[in-house]
């Protein structure tokens, strides 16, 4: 059970490193304004080209399999930390996304609908995948 806990969160930070990392990419690649406050950001997102939201999408579906990936192999190949893991990233992609809509910033339909699913495709992936343990990695090596 300690294992799983340390799986989980190990998953949840190398996840979260991910979309930040992948984020980064996109934002090097489409800048964005400095944002200061939400009229701001929602004249950002209306103004977006859609490349700067679809790699908005890839870093939240990568980060999530990264993070699930991370918790199974840390946890001796077992699948349960991996799909908390990613549970975790698909109510948080769920909340953003509310966020966003609390601060009356309206993002495309296409957006709103694609980046949960995507984030739930990479999460079923993690449990239809063989995955293994570290362990099992260094016993093939040698």
Do not use: C
């Not at 934002?27 to 859609?50: E, G, L, M, R």
């Not at 999530?64 to 990936?69: I, L, T």
């Amino acid at each position: 059970m300690g294992r799983t806990i340390l799986a989980v969160f190990a998953g949840l930070a190398l996840g979260f490193v991910g979309i930040m990392v992948f984020e980064m990419i996109g934002h090097s690649i489409y800048p964005p304004p400095s944002v200061s406050d939400s009229a701001t950001y929602k004249v950002y997102f209306d103004s977006s080209p859609i490349g700067a939201l679809l790699l908005v999408i890839v870093a939240h579906s990568l980060g999530a399999f990264a993070g699930g990936v991370t918790a199974i192999r840390v946890d001796k190949g077992k699948k349960l930390a991996g799909i908390i893991v990613g549970i975790f990233f698909v109510l948080a992609t769920i909340a953003d996304l509310s966020n966003m809509l609390m601060m009356n910033v309206t993002p495309p339909l296409w957006f709103v609908v694609l980046d949960p699913l995507l984030v739930i495709i990479s999460v079923f992936a993690l449990y239809k995948i063989k995955i293994a343990s570290a362990e099992e990695n260094k016993t093939e090596k040698q």
